[in-house]
């Protein structure tokens, strides 16, 4: 799940993010929880996700719309 958190949280950051972010979030999230192996990876999945959020706000400020591109 860890892994999973990583790999999501790094894709949302250039499409999907307002799918991506949350589940990311909660992978990493039940990750730690459970205590997994690899918490430096659900870490980067946990600050993944969120910034996957801030950066879709960012956008969205930015273009005063509910979704962003380029």
């Given at each position: 799940m860890a892994v999973a958190a990583f790999i999501l949280g790094l894709v949302g950051l250039l499409v999907l993010n307002v799918f991506l972010?949350?589940?990311?979030?909660?992978l990493a999230s039940v990750a730690l929880w459970r205590g997994t192996a690899?918490?430096?990876?659900?870490?980067?999945?946990?600050?993944?996700?969120?910034?996957?959020?801030?950066?879709?706000?960012?956008f969205m400020q930015f273009d005063s719309t509910m979704s962003w591109n380029f």
């Open positions: 972010g949350p589940i990311a979030i909660a690899r918490r430096g990876r659900a870490f980067l999945g946990l600050g993944l996700g969120i910034a996957d959020l801030l950066v879709l706000v960012a």
